[in-house]
């Protein structure tokens, strides 16, 4: 099997390979990956900067062109890429196609951005001088990516950083290499000078940790766990670099007496367990009003009974496999702590046998919690969710609102009065109304508040905020 290279000033580099496993079947190996090492990070970094006068000044039809060509590419290959996702990652084949044609809508986006730059003119306090406010890249980018969006959060940190003329190291996460370097190998063959972007594939704690340690990194942008995110931030201040951090969440739907139950449960199944509960988006705290609790338990458990979960690539499953064993472990770990914290475990939560050897696990659900458990506290990421019931609306968004996160959070009701205060008052990022929390656009602002993220939004114009910083020029003609 050929050993996919890590890509280093231009040119394809060696690495011990390591195989990519398919958590559907772990039998399979979907490609050989190289691991890269701190000398590798290092090489990549003065590449990387090498490389960074040039781009950062080259022309916006240049940018745009390998910005676009990157996206046509992605689209052409939406199928094949799909899979490839699927096959590493477990998320099912719609998702995973999915998820590649974000990508190419993202790289699309950018593409448009570098058409779109502009500056400020504005007269000085000082009669006869002239004051510009323009934008300007940073420098090298550290792109830092976790495993369950491996081809969309590459995209929405990569495509603004090139578009805006940074140059890029690439760290994608150690599970999921093989939609890294297909984007990756996609991006230099659309006409990247060399160092523009770089890729070391590999550890964490070696790869990752080498990054962090660079004094050469303008900025790291990273998406991940929030013990990973803190050492980002430390490293950061440490080298008064410019960081940014998307981290965990504990998602709330709240469903209200008034919702339209169907609205609600579908919501709050998709919210919870499609993707595996995979995504930092999902919803684990579903917060439900006595009157309507007892039907929508009823409603949601029945919905779950018809999940089929199985191998990510059949056209019947609805649910793939947990991405790997650790994960599955951490996920039968929680389904135990909420068992003996006194939650009712209302429906699933077994391990499940398929005709291929994975990580399969039946969507969980938990009623009678409180959001004093942990179950209810602690990010679990997978296919957990617990309801905690409330009197009333005041209630539920108290309970909404008491979590160190604030990533998304929903609310299900026909009443425009609770949307529109639920809107308003809830501490997170991203507000739904009558939608799941996950299932983003993406031309528009990403992130959250509190424990969840720090630093500017991602994805949209926002996504200038990081990836560039501002000069303020002054002129006696
Ligand atoms: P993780 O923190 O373990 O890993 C994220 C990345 O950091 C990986 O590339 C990893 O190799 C790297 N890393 C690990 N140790 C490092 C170190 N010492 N120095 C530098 N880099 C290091 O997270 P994960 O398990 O890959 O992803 C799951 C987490 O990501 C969840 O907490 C989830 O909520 C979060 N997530 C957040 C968002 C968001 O936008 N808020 C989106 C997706 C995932």
Redo the contacts with the bound molecule.
């Keep these: 099997m050929a050993l996919h290279q890590n890509l280093i000033g231009g040119a394809w580099a060696g690495g011990d390979a390591v195989p990519n496993i398919n958590p559907s079947d772990t039998n399979e190996v979907v490609g050989e990956y190289a691991r890269g090492t701190a000398d590798d990070v290092k090489a990549a970094i003065a590449a990387a900067k090498a490389a960074f006068p040039a781009w950062s000044r080259s022309g916006i039809l240049e940018r745009h062109a390998v910005l676009k060509k990157a996206a046509d590419e992605i689209m052409a290959r939406k199928d094949e890429l799909g899979a490839l996702l699927s096959r590493e990652e477990g998320k099912t084949l719609p998702e995973g196609t999915g998820e590649v044609i974000r990508a190419a809508q993202i790289f699309d986006f950018f593409a448009g951005e570098t058409l779109r730059l502009t500056g400020e003119t504005v007269p000085s306090a000082r009669p006869g001088i002239g004051v510009e406010i323009t934008r300007e890249p940073l420098g090298v980018i550290g792109v830092?990516?976790?495993?369950?969006?491996p081809i969309a959060?590459p995209a929405w940190k990569i495509a603004p950083a090139l578009c805006y003329g940074n140059t890029v190291v690439f760290?994608?996460?150690?599970?999921v290499p093989g939609s890294a370097w297909a984007l990756v190998d996609i991006l230099h063959r659309a006409g990247l000078p060399a160092g523009v972007l770089n890729l070391v594939m590999g550890?964490?704690?070696i790869?990752?940790?080498a990054?962090?340690e660079s004094p050469d990194l303008a900025g790291i942008t990273?998406?991940?766990?929030?013990?990973?995110?803190k050492?980002?931030a430390l490293s950061s201040i440490e080298h008064n670099r410019k960081f940014q951090l998307?981290?965990?969440?504990k998602n709330p739907f709240v469903v209200l007496d008034d919702a339209d139950l169907g609205v609600a449960v579908e919501a709050a199944a998709n919210s919870g367990f499609f993707a595996t509960g995979?995504?930092?988006?999902a919803s684990s705290r579903i917060i439900v009003t006595e009157g309507i609790h007892d039907r929508f338990v009823a409603a949601l458990t029945e919905r779950l009974a018809k999940v089929t979960v199985g191998h990510a690539m059949e056209k019947d499953t609805h649910v793939g496999p947990v991405v790997d064993r650790n994960?599955l472990r951490q996920d039968t770990d929680y389904i135990e702590i909420g068992k003996q914290e006194g939650a009712r475990l209302a429906f699933g939560g077994a391990l499940l046998d398929r005709p291929t050897p994975g990580f399969y696990l039946q969507p969980a659900l938990f009623t009678e919690a409180t959001n004093q458990m942990r179950i209810a506290r602690e990010?679990i990421?997978g296919p957990v969710a617990a309801v905690i019931r409330v009197k009333d609306y005041d209630e539920a968004l108290a309970t909404a609102n008491d979590t160190p996160f604030g990533?998304s959070s929903g609310i299900a009701t026909t009443s425009l009065k609770y949307a529109t205060h639920f809107k308003r008052n809830s501490e997170a990022g991203m507000v739904m109304v009558n939608l799941p929390t996950a299932g983003v656009d993406f031309h528009v602002p990403?992130?959250?508040r509190k424990g969840?993220?720090f630093g500017p939004r991602?994805q949209g114009r926002y996504a200038n905020e990081f990836f560039t910083t501002v000069k303020t020029a002054y002129t006696l003609p």
Excluded: H, Y
Aim: glycine content about 18%.
């Design positions: 830092i990516t976790p495993w369950n969006f959060i760290k994608p996460a150690d599970l550890k964490g704690s790869v990752g940790q990054m962090l990273f998406t991940g766990s929030t013990g990973t995110g050492r980002v998307e981290m965990g969440g995979q995504r930092c988006t994960q990010e990421f990533l990403f992130g959250g969840s993220s991602e």
